[in-house]
């Protein structure tokens, strides 16, 4: 099998299995966000310790650990994806996973839109109209709900940060979510024991089956972000651009047919907008990308 389409099956895979990430987070209940976001850390640590041993990474572990600079971008980005991940599970448990699905469709616009703050690039036409389309959506949204779509945004600027740390940093997946993993920890561990002080815990306290299930959260962290790794590699960007969309529309589907979850026709048109607005944003990123090997081929050809 060639590597790219191996590339795309994995890549497939891992966004398959972040868009089913609602069923697996409301078997864990009556155990609340904040619980399981503290067990998810902790059991995440465990995994990509194991994980940094067996692929014989530690080296270069220590080697980020060198660099203060690494550090610091690792540990704000570890900050920004617990938030991500405390806030998915929150809406998850809460009936909002349609909300969540929505921060995920408005993230390719969201990490565009912070390059444009943040980092000083420059949008092209197309992408100014996708960016008020869905300007527009969230207004219509926020109508429809009676309030912003809070869930959807601190998952879309969350995670938007994220990547943004991430790629400023420039350090690789293992080590990475290690590293975050381990920032993170001790606070973790803290909640975690302060809850079993207080006879709050629900982990154990549910038999062993679901006591297991707590633990399998980091797992679930660390197999799609390897998968992703994997698949990073082997496929182009446009390619990988256009899995991401996998995830949200599993989660959308999962919202509308498994838990139920109202869409009034003014939802449905604050929707329709965000899926205009990305398909106007992708059609134009591929486009651009199509133009540019274009004209490297045309500068190699001279």
Partial sequence: ????????????????????????????????????LAHRILWSLVTMALVLVLWRRVGQLRSVLRDRRKVLLISGAAVVISVNWGGYIWGVNNGRVVETSLGYFINPLVTVLMGVLVLGERLRRLQWTAMAIAFVAVVVLALDYGRPPWVALVLAFSFGTYGLLKKQAAVDAVESITLETLVLAPVAAAYVLWLVADGRSNFGSHGVGHALLITTTGIITAVPLMLFGAAAIRVSMVSLGLLQYLAPTIQFALGLLVFHEPMPASRWIGFGLVWVALAIFTVEAVNHRRRQLRLVAQASAC
Avoid: C, H, K, Q
């Fill in 1 to 36: 099998m060639p590597d790219s389409r191996r590339g795309l099956i994995v890549g497939a895979l891992a966004y398959v299995l972040w868009g089913v990430f609602p069923l697996y987070w409301t078997i864990l209940e009556p155990a609340g966000a904040i619980e399981l």
